[in-house]
């Protein structure tokens, strides 16, 4: 499979997996948490608060991992996706991401504690439905 079929089928994937597992490192130790994934291609995004430990983790170590498919309603296909992660300067983002569930930690998508982590894919390990394993690395 060719790197660009490879990145399809990732993107549909991620289509399909709207939670993953993301792992920060704190204090030399990994730290995960579940958080809802928004994606364009691979441009992987995460909403979260800027009074979270996860904003200073990312300035102290930016290397990070998401795990994709272990939903159980899922489609099989598991993403195990090493990136690394920053707050976005992309502001447009907030507009675009903002969605009434997000309601519930911030009063909008100017909320100034509001931020968009963007995620950048070095590795990505795909488990296809049949379990066979493809490896896309940027």
Known sequence: M??????QQISEALDQNHFCTFA??????????????????????????RKTHKVEELEQNPNVSLLCGYEKKGTGEI??????????????LR???????????FDGPDDPDYVILDITPTRIEYNDKEMNLHVWES
């Open 2 to 7: 060719n790197k660009q079929h490879i990145e």
């Open 24 to 49: 920060t490192v704190e204090g030399n130790k990994p730290k995960l948490r579940y958080m809802v994934l928004f994606h364009d291609g691979l441009n992987i995004h995460l909403a979260t608060s």
């Open 79 to 92: 993403l195990d996706i090493q990136a690394t992660a920053a707050v976005t300067k992309d502001e447009s």
């Open 95 to 105: 507009q675009k991401i903002w969605n009434d569930e997000l309601k519930r930690w």
